[in-house]
Protein backbone atom coordinates (compact mmCIF):
# COMPACT_ATOMS: atom_id res chain seq x y z
CA UNK A 1 0.00 0.00 0.00
CA UNK A 2 1.70 2.82 -1.77
CA UNK A 3 0.29 6.24 0.70
CA UNK A 4 0.21 9.44 -1.40
CA UNK A 5 -1.56 12.58 -0.06
CA UNK A 6 -2.92 12.81 -3.89
CA UNK A 7 -4.61 9.51 -3.62
CA UNK A 8 -6.30 10.53 0.12
CA UNK A 9 -7.59 13.58 -1.30
CA UNK A 10 -10.66 14.68 -2.70
CA UNK A 11 -10.34 17.51 -5.52
CA UNK A 12 -12.94 20.43 -6.33
CA UNK A 13 -12.74 22.10 -9.98
CA UNK A 14 -13.65 25.84 -10.19
CA UNK A 15 -14.54 26.67 -13.66
CA UNK A 16 -13.64 30.68 -12.66
CA UNK A 17 -15.79 32.22 -15.33
CA UNK A 18 -18.89 30.93 -13.48
CA UNK A 19 -17.98 30.62 -9.66
CA UNK A 20 -18.30 33.99 -8.20
CA UNK A 21 -18.07 37.80 -9.48
CA UNK A 22 -16.75 39.96 -7.08
CA UNK A 23 -16.32 43.23 -9.22
CA UNK A 24 -20.06 42.81 -10.93
CA UNK A 25 -19.03 43.10 -14.54
CA UNK A 26 -20.91 39.48 -15.10
CA UNK A 27 -17.58 37.00 -15.18
CA UNK A 28 -16.39 35.10 -12.51
CA UNK A 29 -12.99 36.04 -10.88
CA UNK A 30 -9.98 35.27 -8.98
CA UNK A 31 -11.41 37.81 -5.58
CA UNK A 32 -14.54 35.78 -6.47
CA UNK A 33 -13.19 32.40 -5.49
CA UNK A 34 -10.57 33.93 -2.49
CA UNK A 35 -14.11 35.09 -1.11
CA UNK A 36 -15.32 31.33 -1.14
CA UNK A 37 -12.65 29.06 0.61
CA UNK A 38 -14.65 29.09 3.48
CA UNK A 39 -17.26 27.33 1.97
CA UNK A 40 -15.22 24.99 0.45
CA UNK A 41 -13.17 24.50 3.77
CA UNK A 42 -16.50 23.41 5.20
CA UNK A 43 -17.52 20.99 2.52
CA UNK A 44 -13.96 19.40 3.35
CA UNK A 45 -12.12 19.39 -0.30
CA UNK A 46 -8.48 19.07 0.38
CA UNK A 47 -7.30 20.07 -3.86
CA UNK A 48 -9.15 23.08 -5.54
CA UNK A 49 -8.68 22.46 -9.38
CA UNK A 50 -8.39 26.03 -10.97
CA UNK A 51 -9.68 26.13 -15.11
CA UNK A 52 -7.34 28.18 -17.01
CA UNK A 53 -7.23 32.17 -15.60
CA UNK A 54 -4.17 32.81 -18.00
CA UNK A 55 -4.10 36.16 -20.44
CA UNK A 56 -6.44 34.46 -23.49
CA UNK A 57 -8.54 35.39 -26.28
CA UNK A 58 -11.34 33.48 -24.91
CA UNK A 59 -12.11 31.85 -27.96
CA UNK A 60 -12.42 28.73 -26.21
CA UNK A 61 -13.05 29.99 -22.03
CA UNK A 62 -9.09 30.36 -21.19
CA UNK A 63 -8.44 27.35 -23.03
CA UNK A 64 -6.61 29.05 -26.41
CA UNK A 65 -3.74 30.65 -23.92
CA UNK A 66 -2.18 33.94 -25.18
CA UNK A 67 0.75 34.20 -22.35
CA UNK A 68 1.30 31.61 -19.56
CA UNK A 69 2.86 33.42 -17.33
CA UNK A 70 -0.36 36.04 -16.76
CA UNK A 71 -3.73 36.26 -15.47
CA UNK A 72 -6.38 37.26 -17.90
CA UNK A 73 -7.91 40.66 -17.17
CA UNK A 74 -11.39 39.63 -16.62
CA UNK A 75 -10.25 37.49 -13.81
CA UNK A 76 -7.46 39.63 -11.85
CA UNK A 77 -3.94 40.03 -11.93
CA UNK A 78 -1.00 38.12 -10.61
CA UNK A 79 -0.85 39.86 -7.42
CA UNK A 80 -4.71 38.43 -6.85
CA UNK A 81 -3.26 34.75 -8.07
CA UNK A 82 -0.61 34.77 -5.06
CA UNK A 83 -2.98 35.83 -2.92
CA UNK A 84 -5.64 33.28 -4.28
CA UNK A 85 -2.93 30.69 -3.45
CA UNK A 86 -1.52 31.96 0.14
CA UNK A 87 -5.29 31.68 1.22
CA UNK A 88 -5.97 28.06 -0.15
CA UNK A 89 -2.72 26.64 1.73
CA UNK A 90 -3.85 29.21 4.53
CA UNK A 91 -7.12 27.09 4.90
CA UNK A 92 -4.75 24.25 4.95
CA UNK A 93 -6.11 23.21 1.32
CA UNK A 94 -3.99 22.93 -2.13
CA UNK A 95 -4.25 24.18 -5.66
CA UNK A 96 -3.54 22.53 -9.15
CA UNK A 97 -3.70 24.43 -12.27
CA UNK A 98 -4.92 23.77 -16.06
CA UNK A 99 -1.95 22.65 -18.13
CA UNK A 100 -2.97 23.64 -21.72
CA UNK A 101 0.24 22.42 -23.99
CA UNK A 102 -1.05 20.72 -26.69
CA UNK A 103 -2.17 23.92 -28.21
CA UNK A 104 -1.81 27.78 -27.59
CA UNK A 105 -3.80 30.82 -29.02
CA UNK A 106 -2.59 32.04 -32.28
CA UNK A 107 -3.05 35.06 -30.43
CA UNK A 108 0.71 33.40 -28.75
CA UNK A 109 3.67 35.34 -29.75
CA UNK A 110 4.96 32.26 -30.94
CA UNK A 111 2.57 31.73 -33.30
CA UNK A 112 2.43 35.80 -34.27
CA UNK A 113 5.97 35.17 -34.86
CA UNK A 114 5.73 31.02 -36.39
CA UNK A 115 3.17 32.34 -39.33
CA UNK A 116 5.31 34.86 -40.54
CA UNK A 117 7.66 33.12 -42.43
CA UNK A 118 9.11 29.70 -43.30
CA UNK A 119 12.70 31.24 -41.50
CA UNK A 120 11.25 32.30 -38.32
CA UNK A 121 12.62 31.21 -35.46
CA UNK A 122 9.57 30.16 -33.96
CA UNK A 123 8.18 28.29 -37.26
CA UNK A 124 8.93 25.08 -35.81
CA UNK A 125 7.33 25.38 -32.60
CA UNK A 126 3.79 24.84 -34.66
CA UNK A 127 3.16 22.35 -37.24
CA UNK A 128 3.31 23.24 -40.96
CA UNK A 129 2.25 20.84 -43.91
CA UNK A 130 1.73 22.20 -47.61
CA UNK A 131 -1.85 21.48 -49.24
CA UNK A 132 -2.14 18.48 -51.05
CA UNK A 133 -4.04 18.11 -54.48
CA UNK A 134 -5.65 21.31 -54.25
CA UNK A 135 -7.07 20.56 -50.28
CA UNK A 136 -6.05 20.48 -46.67
CA UNK A 137 -2.97 18.49 -46.20
CA UNK A 138 -5.27 15.81 -44.33
CA UNK A 139 -8.98 15.18 -44.12
CA UNK A 140 -8.99 15.24 -40.45
CA UNK A 141 -11.73 16.67 -38.61
CA UNK A 142 -11.62 19.36 -35.96
CA UNK A 143 -13.62 18.83 -32.47
CA UNK A 144 -14.96 21.85 -32.73
CA UNK A 145 -16.54 21.14 -36.36
CA UNK A 146 -14.72 21.50 -39.76
CA UNK A 147 -11.29 21.07 -41.15
CA UNK A 148 -8.04 20.81 -38.93
CA UNK A 149 -5.99 22.93 -40.81
CA UNK A 150 -5.89 26.58 -41.89
CA UNK A 151 -4.67 27.99 -44.92
CA UNK A 152 -1.92 30.88 -43.82
CA UNK A 153 -1.36 33.02 -46.85
CA UNK A 154 2.17 34.37 -45.77
CA UNK A 155 3.64 30.97 -46.34
CA UNK A 156 1.63 29.54 -48.48
CA UNK A 157 0.27 25.70 -45.99
CA UNK A 158 -1.35 25.18 -43.67
CA UNK A 159 -1.30 24.63 -39.55
CA UNK A 160 -3.22 22.26 -37.88
CA UNK A 161 -5.52 23.30 -35.09
CA UNK A 162 -7.33 19.92 -33.65
CA UNK A 163 -10.01 22.46 -31.40
CA UNK A 164 -11.01 25.91 -33.09
CA UNK A 165 -8.64 27.40 -35.61
CA UNK A 166 -7.85 30.02 -33.05
CA UNK A 167 -5.98 27.13 -30.95
CA UNK A 168 -2.89 25.78 -33.78
CA UNK A 169 -1.22 22.91 -32.34
CA UNK A 170 2.25 23.05 -30.62
CA UNK A 171 5.22 20.64 -32.47
CA UNK A 172 6.31 18.70 -29.46
CA UNK A 173 9.08 17.23 -31.75
CA UNK A 174 10.85 20.33 -31.23
CA UNK A 175 13.13 20.08 -28.28
CA UNK A 176 13.37 23.96 -27.90
CA UNK A 177 9.28 23.86 -27.87
CA UNK A 178 9.64 21.28 -25.12
CA UNK A 179 12.38 23.02 -23.13
CA UNK A 180 9.97 26.37 -23.01
CA UNK A 181 7.02 24.01 -21.66
CA UNK A 182 9.09 22.65 -19.19
CA UNK A 183 10.52 26.26 -17.61
CA UNK A 184 7.07 27.49 -17.54
CA UNK A 185 6.05 24.22 -15.53
CA UNK A 186 8.63 25.06 -13.26
CA UNK A 187 7.97 28.71 -13.21
CA UNK A 188 4.54 27.89 -11.52
CA UNK A 189 5.47 25.06 -9.23
CA UNK A 190 8.44 27.67 -7.98
CA UNK A 191 5.33 29.96 -7.22
CA UNK A 192 3.59 26.85 -4.79
CA UNK A 193 1.05 25.58 -6.72
CA UNK A 194 0.66 21.97 -6.06
CA UNK A 195 0.30 20.20 -9.30
CA UNK A 196 -1.42 20.35 -12.84
CA UNK A 197 -4.34 19.01 -14.75
CA UNK A 198 -2.76 18.81 -18.64
CA UNK A 199 -5.82 19.45 -21.07
CA UNK A 200 -5.72 16.72 -23.83
CA UNK A 201 -1.95 15.74 -23.08
CA UNK A 202 -2.44 12.28 -24.79
CA UNK A 203 -2.79 14.65 -28.09
CA UNK A 204 0.78 16.08 -27.85
CA UNK A 205 2.54 13.41 -30.53
CA UNK A 206 1.49 12.97 -33.54
CA UNK A 207 2.33 10.36 -36.44
CA UNK A 208 4.36 12.08 -38.34
CA UNK A 209 3.72 10.69 -41.80
CA UNK A 210 -0.14 12.49 -41.32
CA UNK A 211 -1.92 10.08 -43.14
CA UNK A 212 -5.53 10.84 -44.26
CA UNK A 213 -8.08 9.19 -41.02
CA UNK A 214 -11.39 7.16 -42.12
CA UNK A 215 -14.88 8.77 -43.43
CA UNK A 216 -17.54 7.65 -41.53
CA UNK A 217 -21.01 7.30 -43.46
CA UNK A 218 -22.36 10.63 -44.19
CA UNK A 219 -19.71 12.87 -42.98
CA UNK A 220 -17.53 15.07 -44.39
CA UNK A 221 -14.08 15.13 -42.88
CA UNK A 222 -11.86 11.61 -41.56
CA UNK A 223 -11.29 10.86 -38.21
CA UNK A 224 -7.29 11.64 -37.28
CA UNK A 225 -7.64 10.11 -33.74
CA UNK A 226 -5.91 7.53 -34.59
CA UNK A 227 -2.73 9.59 -35.60
CA UNK A 228 -2.90 11.83 -32.49
CA UNK A 229 -4.20 9.86 -30.02
CA UNK A 230 -1.74 8.55 -27.55
CA UNK A 231 0.86 8.79 -30.15
CA UNK A 232 4.24 7.12 -30.93
CA UNK A 233 6.31 9.35 -28.31
CA UNK A 234 3.61 10.24 -26.05
CA UNK A 235 5.25 8.15 -23.18
CA UNK A 236 8.96 9.53 -23.85
CA UNK A 237 7.39 13.36 -23.85
CA UNK A 238 5.84 12.24 -20.42
CA UNK A 239 8.66 10.51 -19.15
CA UNK A 240 11.04 13.23 -20.31
CA UNK A 241 8.54 16.04 -18.58
CA UNK A 242 8.73 14.10 -15.10
CA UNK A 243 12.88 14.00 -15.08
CA UNK A 244 12.98 17.38 -16.67
CA UNK A 245 9.89 18.93 -14.17
CA UNK A 246 7.89 16.77 -11.92
CA UNK A 247 10.81 14.61 -9.99
CA UNK A 248 11.93 17.80 -8.14
CA UNK A 249 8.26 18.75 -6.94
CA UNK A 250 6.08 16.54 -4.28
CA UNK A 251 2.74 17.73 -6.81
CA UNK A 252 -0.46 15.39 -8.32
CA UNK A 253 -0.76 15.16 -11.76
CA UNK A 254 -3.93 14.13 -13.91
CA UNK A 255 -3.70 13.69 -17.53
CA UNK A 256 -7.02 14.61 -19.42
CA UNK A 257 -7.01 11.58 -22.52
CA UNK A 258 -9.55 11.02 -24.27
CA UNK A 259 -9.50 7.98 -26.02
CA UNK A 260 -7.34 6.26 -23.18
CA UNK A 261 -7.89 2.29 -22.89
CA UNK A 262 -7.67 0.54 -18.94
CA UNK A 263 -4.15 -1.03 -20.86
CA UNK A 264 -2.91 2.37 -21.85
CA UNK A 265 -4.11 3.49 -18.34
CA UNK A 266 -2.12 1.48 -16.59
CA UNK A 267 1.35 2.25 -18.41
CA UNK A 268 0.53 6.31 -18.07
CA UNK A 269 0.11 5.67 -14.00
CA UNK A 270 2.26 3.15 -13.33
CA UNK A 271 4.34 3.50 -9.99
CA UNK A 272 7.48 2.36 -11.40
CA UNK A 273 7.27 4.42 -14.86
CA UNK A 274 7.27 7.94 -13.87
CA UNK A 275 4.69 9.55 -16.02
CA UNK A 276 1.44 10.45 -14.09
CA UNK A 277 -0.48 10.29 -11.14
CA UNK A 278 -3.82 9.04 -13.05
CA UNK A 279 -5.61 10.20 -15.95
CA UNK A 280 -9.24 11.21 -16.89
CA UNK A 281 -10.83 8.56 -19.22
CA UNK A 282 -13.92 9.17 -21.04
CA UNK A 283 -15.06 5.62 -21.27
CA UNK A 284 -18.01 6.12 -19.15
CA UNK A 285 -19.02 9.98 -20.32
CA UNK A 286 -19.27 8.43 -23.33
CA UNK A 287 -21.78 5.79 -23.10
CA UNK A 288 -24.64 7.80 -23.89
CA UNK A 289 -23.23 8.50 -27.15
CA UNK A 290 -24.08 6.68 -30.58
CA UNK A 291 -22.34 5.85 -33.65
CA UNK A 292 -22.94 9.50 -34.67
CA UNK A 293 -20.57 11.07 -31.69
CA UNK A 294 -21.45 13.12 -28.78
CA UNK A 295 -24.40 14.76 -30.15
CA UNK A 296 -26.08 11.53 -31.44
CA UNK A 297 -27.50 10.85 -27.76
CA UNK A 298 -29.12 7.14 -27.18
CA UNK A 299 -29.92 5.26 -24.03
CA UNK A 300 -27.40 4.27 -21.86
CA UNK A 301 -26.96 0.94 -19.67
CA UNK A 302 -26.29 0.33 -15.98
CA UNK A 303 -24.28 -3.15 -16.92
CA UNK A 304 -21.61 -1.42 -19.49
CA UNK A 305 -21.44 1.34 -16.97
CA UNK A 306 -20.45 -1.11 -14.51
CA UNK A 307 -18.77 -2.81 -16.42
CA UNK A 308 -16.55 0.50 -17.45
CA UNK A 309 -15.55 0.56 -14.15
CA UNK A 310 -14.92 -3.02 -12.99
CA UNK A 311 -12.37 -2.66 -15.82
CA UNK A 312 -10.34 0.62 -14.62
CA UNK A 313 -10.63 -0.64 -11.14
CA UNK A 314 -8.95 -3.89 -11.90
CA UNK A 315 -6.58 -2.73 -14.56
CA UNK A 316 -4.82 -0.20 -12.39
CA UNK A 317 -5.20 -1.99 -8.91
CA UNK A 318 -1.13 -3.54 -8.78
CA UNK A 319 0.24 -0.48 -9.87
CA UNK A 320 -1.63 2.86 -11.10
CA UNK A 321 -4.21 5.32 -9.58
CA UNK A 322 -7.77 5.61 -10.77
CA UNK A 323 -9.25 9.14 -11.08
CA UNK A 324 -13.41 9.35 -10.35
CA UNK A 325 -15.48 11.94 -11.74
CA UNK A 326 -18.78 12.55 -13.28
CA UNK A 327 -19.11 15.89 -13.90
CA UNK A 328 -16.46 18.26 -14.95
CA UNK A 329 -16.96 21.79 -17.50
CA UNK A 330 -17.02 19.78 -20.32
CA UNK A 331 -19.89 17.48 -19.10
CA UNK A 332 -23.49 17.80 -18.53
CA UNK A 333 -24.60 17.33 -15.29
CA UNK A 334 -24.55 14.27 -13.92
CA UNK A 335 -28.14 14.19 -12.06
CA UNK A 336 -29.84 14.87 -15.04
CA UNK A 337 -27.70 12.60 -16.91
CA UNK A 338 -27.40 9.67 -14.95
CA UNK A 339 -29.51 10.10 -12.30
CA UNK A 340 -33.03 12.15 -11.97
CA UNK A 341 -33.57 15.68 -12.04
CA UNK A 342 -37.56 15.59 -10.95
CA UNK A 343 -38.69 17.71 -7.55
CA UNK A 344 -39.32 14.50 -6.15
CA UNK A 345 -35.59 12.64 -7.18
CA UNK A 346 -33.43 15.24 -7.93
CA UNK A 347 -31.84 15.19 -3.78
CA UNK A 348 -31.89 11.35 -3.67
CA UNK A 349 -30.65 10.60 -7.13
CA UNK A 350 -27.59 12.97 -6.54
CA UNK A 351 -26.30 11.62 -2.99
CA UNK A 352 -26.88 7.64 -4.70
CA UNK A 353 -24.19 8.97 -7.49
CA UNK A 354 -21.99 10.98 -5.58
CA UNK A 355 -21.74 8.27 -2.58
CA UNK A 356 -22.02 5.25 -5.77
CA UNK A 357 -18.55 7.30 -7.30
CA UNK A 358 -16.40 8.28 -3.82
CA UNK A 359 -16.57 5.25 -2.70
CA UNK A 360 -14.92 3.39 -5.35
CA UNK A 361 -10.72 2.97 -5.42
CA UNK A 362 -9.02 6.53 -6.65
CA UNK A 363 -9.54 10.08 -6.49
CA UNK A 364 -12.81 11.41 -6.41
CA UNK A 365 -13.57 14.88 -8.54
CA UNK A 366 -16.20 17.33 -7.66
CA UNK A 367 -17.03 19.77 -9.75
CA UNK A 368 -18.87 23.17 -9.07
CA UNK A 369 -22.46 23.18 -8.07
CA UNK A 370 -22.51 19.03 -8.58
CA UNK A 371 -22.45 19.02 -4.41
CA UNK A 372 -25.69 21.42 -4.65
CA UNK A 373 -27.48 18.65 -7.43
CA UNK A 374 -27.09 21.41 -9.91
CA UNK A 375 -29.08 20.49 -13.07
CA UNK A 376 -28.92 20.78 -16.65
CA UNK A 377 -30.33 23.78 -18.06
CA UNK A 378 -32.85 24.30 -21.19
CA UNK A 379 -32.37 27.55 -22.96
CA UNK A 380 -35.29 28.59 -25.56
CA UNK A 381 -32.66 29.83 -27.67
CA UNK A 382 -29.33 28.90 -29.57
CA UNK A 383 -28.66 32.47 -28.77
CA UNK A 384 -28.63 31.99 -25.11
CA UNK A 385 -25.81 29.69 -25.73
CA UNK A 386 -22.10 30.36 -25.52
CA UNK A 387 -19.72 27.19 -26.14
CA UNK A 388 -17.81 27.49 -29.54
CA UNK A 389 -18.62 23.57 -29.77
CA UNK A 390 -22.23 24.00 -29.39
CA UNK A 391 -22.43 26.17 -31.46
CA UNK A 392 -20.40 25.05 -34.48
CA UNK A 393 -22.06 22.25 -34.38
CA UNK A 394 -25.55 23.85 -34.83
CA UNK A 395 -24.56 25.62 -37.66
CA UNK A 396 -22.89 23.32 -39.19
CA UNK A 397 -25.95 20.61 -39.14
CA UNK A 398 -28.75 23.47 -39.85
CA UNK A 399 -26.48 24.00 -43.02
CA UNK A 400 -26.70 20.70 -43.58
CA UNK A 401 -30.71 20.63 -43.18
CA UNK A 402 -30.70 19.00 -40.04
CA UNK A 403 -34.21 19.48 -37.93
CA UNK A 404 -33.20 22.99 -35.34
CA UNK A 405 -35.51 21.38 -32.96
CA UNK A 406 -33.90 17.94 -32.91
CA UNK A 407 -30.44 19.54 -32.37
CA UNK A 408 -32.14 21.60 -29.20
CA UNK A 409 -32.79 18.64 -27.70
CA UNK A 410 -29.47 17.23 -28.45
CA UNK A 411 -27.76 20.60 -27.00
CA UNK A 412 -30.39 20.39 -23.25
CA UNK A 413 -28.76 16.85 -22.77
CA UNK A 414 -25.27 17.20 -23.98
CA UNK A 415 -23.80 20.95 -24.62
CA UNK A 416 -21.06 21.54 -22.57
CA UNK A 417 -22.84 25.07 -21.60
CA UNK A 418 -24.73 22.37 -18.74
CA UNK A 419 -21.97 22.77 -16.67
CA UNK A 420 -21.21 26.40 -17.39
CA UNK A 421 -24.13 28.30 -16.26
CA UNK A 422 -22.80 30.30 -12.92
CA UNK A 423 -22.90 28.54 -9.71
CA UNK A 424 -26.02 29.35 -7.39
CA UNK A 425 -24.92 30.60 -4.29
CA UNK A 426 -28.67 32.10 -2.97
CA UNK A 427 -32.29 32.90 -4.70
CA UNK A 428 -31.61 36.53 -5.39
CA UNK A 429 -31.23 38.01 -8.86
CA UNK A 430 -28.68 35.48 -10.79
CA UNK A 431 -27.92 33.52 -7.93
CA UNK A 432 -25.91 35.80 -6.02
CA UNK A 433 -22.94 34.87 -8.68
CA UNK A 434 -23.29 38.53 -9.74
CA UNK A 435 -25.03 42.03 -9.60
CA UNK A 436 -24.00 42.47 -13.37
CA UNK A 437 -25.12 40.71 -16.45
CA UNK A 438 -23.88 37.19 -16.25
CA UNK A 439 -21.75 35.84 -19.43
CA UNK A 440 -24.03 33.05 -19.50
CA UNK A 441 -27.37 33.36 -18.11
CA UNK A 442 -28.12 31.80 -14.74
CA UNK A 443 -30.50 28.17 -14.99
CA UNK A 444 -34.16 29.64 -13.88
CA UNK A 445 -34.28 26.42 -11.07
CA UNK A 446 -31.62 28.85 -8.79
CA UNK A 447 -34.91 30.01 -6.86
CA UNK A 448 -34.93 26.64 -5.17
CA UNK A 449 -31.72 24.98 -6.02
CA UNK A 450 -28.72 27.07 -4.22
CA UNK A 451 -26.13 27.02 -1.32
CA UNK A 452 -27.85 28.89 0.86
CA UNK A 453 -30.50 26.57 0.40
CA UNK A 454 -28.46 23.84 1.23
CA UNK A 455 -26.08 24.67 4.20
CA UNK A 456 -29.52 25.34 6.24
CA UNK A 457 -31.09 21.81 5.16
CA UNK A 458 -28.89 18.86 7.16
CA UNK A 459 -30.47 16.54 4.61
CA UNK A 460 -29.05 18.24 1.52
CA UNK A 461 -26.86 16.97 -1.22
CA UNK A 462 -24.11 19.45 0.39
CA UNK A 463 -24.17 17.31 3.68
CA UNK A 464 -23.92 14.43 1.45
CA UNK A 465 -21.05 15.15 -0.19
CA UNK A 466 -19.50 16.53 3.25
CA UNK A 467 -19.85 13.08 5.05
CA UNK A 468 -18.63 11.65 2.38
CA UNK A 469 -15.61 13.14 2.21
CA UNK A 470 -15.20 12.69 6.22
CA UNK A 471 -15.12 9.19 5.92
CA UNK A 472 -12.81 9.01 2.89
CA UNK A 473 -10.57 10.65 5.83
CA UNK A 474 -11.54 8.04 8.67
CA UNK A 475 -11.23 4.85 6.80
CA UNK A 476 -8.35 3.85 5.52
CA UNK A 477 -10.87 1.25 3.03
CA UNK A 478 -12.04 3.81 0.98
CA UNK A 479 -8.83 5.03 -0.33
CA UNK A 480 -6.82 1.93 -0.20
CA UNK A 481 -9.15 -1.26 -0.49
CA UNK A 482 -9.38 -3.84 -3.47
CA UNK A 483 -12.94 -3.33 -5.34
CA UNK A 484 -14.69 -6.92 -6.27
CA UNK A 485 -18.25 -6.42 -8.21
CA UNK A 486 -21.38 -7.97 -7.03
CA UNK A 487 -24.48 -8.45 -8.99
CA UNK A 488 -22.84 -7.69 -12.34
CA UNK A 489 -25.86 -8.59 -14.68
CA UNK A 490 -28.23 -6.58 -12.41
CA UNK A 491 -29.83 -4.03 -14.56
CA UNK A 492 -30.74 -1.75 -11.99
CA UNK A 493 -28.38 -2.63 -9.13
CA UNK A 494 -24.52 -1.22 -8.71
CA UNK A 495 -23.34 -3.46 -5.79
CA UNK A 496 -19.72 -3.74 -4.81
CA UNK A 497 -17.02 -4.83 -2.18
CA UNK A 498 -14.25 -3.50 -1.07
CA UNK A 499 -11.46 -5.03 0.86
CA UNK A 500 -8.67 -4.17 3.67
CA UNK A 501 -7.35 -6.70 6.02
CA UNK A 502 -10.11 -8.11 7.79
CA UNK A 503 -12.29 -5.21 7.13
CA UNK A 504 -15.28 -5.36 3.94
CA UNK A 505 -17.17 -2.32 2.23
CA UNK A 506 -20.62 -2.67 0.80
CA UNK A 507 -21.76 -0.47 -1.47
CA UNK A 508 -25.30 -0.96 -2.90
CA UNK A 509 -27.39 1.75 -4.85
CA UNK A 510 -30.36 1.32 -6.93
CA UNK A 511 -30.26 3.55 -10.10
CA UNK A 512 -34.03 2.53 -11.12
CA UNK A 513 -37.44 5.19 -10.27
CA UNK A 514 -38.92 1.90 -8.68
CA UNK A 515 -38.18 -0.36 -5.53
CA UNK A 516 -35.88 -3.08 -6.32
CA UNK A 517 -35.16 -6.43 -3.68
CA UNK A 518 -31.74 -7.33 -3.38
CA UNK A 519 -30.17 -10.70 -2.45
CA UNK A 520 -26.51 -10.73 -1.36
CA UNK A 521 -24.35 -12.90 -2.76
CA UNK A 522 -23.24 -16.00 -0.91
CA UNK A 523 -19.32 -14.65 -0.59
CA UNK A 524 -19.76 -11.50 1.04
CA UNK A 525 -19.11 -13.04 4.89
CA UNK A 526 -19.49 -10.78 7.82
CA UNK A 527 -19.80 -10.98 11.91
CA UNK A 528 -20.43 -7.50 12.51
CA UNK A 529 -21.96 -4.65 10.47
CA UNK A 530 -21.97 -0.60 10.85
CA UNK A 531 -23.99 1.43 8.51
CA UNK A 532 -21.54 3.99 7.20
CA UNK A 533 -23.78 6.26 4.74
CA UNK A 534 -27.29 5.95 3.14
CA UNK A 535 -29.78 8.56 1.76
CA UNK A 536 -32.84 7.30 3.37
CA UNK A 537 -34.25 5.89 6.56
CA UNK A 538 -32.98 2.35 7.12
CA UNK A 539 -34.30 -0.05 10.10
CA UNK A 540 -31.56 -0.57 12.30
CA UNK A 541 -32.48 -4.43 12.43
CA UNK A 542 -32.64 -4.60 8.63
CA UNK A 543 -31.03 -8.19 7.53
CA UNK A 544 -28.70 -6.86 4.72
CA UNK A 545 -28.65 -10.24 2.84
CA UNK A 546 -32.02 -9.52 1.75
CA UNK A 547 -33.28 -5.86 1.43
CA UNK A 548 -35.64 -3.70 -0.73
CA UNK A 549 -34.18 -0.79 -1.66
CA UNK A 550 -36.07 2.25 -2.81
CA UNK A 551 -36.20 4.42 -5.82
CA UNK A 552 -32.29 5.99 -6.30
CA UNK A 553 -31.74 4.38 -2.54
CA UNK A 554 -27.59 4.01 -1.72
CA UNK A 555 -26.50 2.40 0.93
CA UNK A 556 -22.62 1.72 2.33
CA UNK A 557 -21.67 -1.12 5.22
CA UNK A 558 -18.52 -1.52 6.61
CA UNK A 559 -18.50 -5.37 7.38
CA UNK A 560 -16.02 -6.83 9.75
Known sequence: MNRAWWKESVVYQIYPRSFN???????????GIIEKLGYLKKLGIDVIWLSPVYDSPNDDNGYDIRDYQSIMDEFGTMEDMERL???????????????????????????VEAKQSEENPYRDYYIWRPGKDGREPTNWEAAFSGSAWEYNEATDDYYLHLFSKKQPDLNWENPKLRTEVYDMMKWWLDRGIDGFRMDVINFISKDQNYPDGEVDAGKRYGNGAPYFMNGPKIHEYLKEMHEQVLSGYDVMTVGEMPGVTPEQGA???GEDRDELNMVFNFDHVDLDSGLGGKW????????????IFTRWQHQLEESGWNSLYWNNHDQPRIVSRFGNDSEEYRVVSAKMLAATLHLLKGTPYIYQGEELGMTNVKFPSIEDYRDIETLNMYKEKVEQGADPDELMEAIYVKSRDNARTPMQWNGSDNAGFTNGDPWLAVNPNYSSIHAKQALEDTDSVFYFYQKLI??????????????????????KIYA???????????????????NIDVELPQEVEYETVNLLINNYYVHPEEDINSITLQPYETRAYLLK
Do not use: C
Open 496 to 514: YLRTLGDEKLLVVSNFAEE
Open 470 to 491: ELRKNHDIIVYGDYQLLLGDHP
Open 85 to 111: LDEVHRHGMKLIMDLVVNHTSDEHKWF
Open 296 to 307: DVKPWSLVELKD
Open 21 to 31: DSNDDGVGDIP
Open 267 to 269: LYT
